[in-house]
């Protein structure tokens, strides 16, 4: 049943990232970087929060780089290491992105009974703020 959920979510999700050209992935990317520190994370750091490989989350951003929507830092303590960030316009279709995707769910749950969605919203928000 959760994963049969998780399926119709996330295809809702796709959907709305289709029309900025956005996979899941960098979409999870964006907002992982998005929220990190001011200075940015590491490599390892993101490929940590998505459960990935390395060259997955080079993959992915070098990819939103391309888009404008990551920046990303070469250390001068170490050239081999960089530190990832999200540029204005990335925040900015983060923010855009989280806006659409709530109300599409909201489309999807319309018929779901309001005692069951405040249910359902607190386990949502428990979640949301469990550390990995």
Do not use: C, F
Request: proline fraction near 2%; aromatic fraction near 2%.
């Amino acid at each position: 049943m959760h994963t049969r959920a998780d399926r119709n979510l996330r295809g809702v999700v796709a959907k709305r990232l289709e029309t900025q050209q956005l996979t899941i992935m960098e979409w999870l990317a964006l907002g992982a970087v998005s929220e990190g520190s001011k200075t940015g994370l590491s490599m390892s750091e993101i490929a940590s929060k998505l459960s990935v490989t390395l060259p997955q989350v080079t993959a992915l951003v070098t990819g939103l780089s391309d888009r404008k929507l990551t920046k990303q830092k070469v250390l001068a303590s170490d050239h081999r290491s960089r530190q990832v960030s999200a540029t204005l316009k990335g925040k900015r279709l983060l923010s855009k992105l989280e806006t659409a995707v709530s109300k599409d769910v909201r489309l999807l749950t319309k018929d779901i009974p309001e005692d069951y969605l405040r249910s359902y919203k607190l386990v949502i928000q428990q979640l949301s703020e469990q550390k990995d």
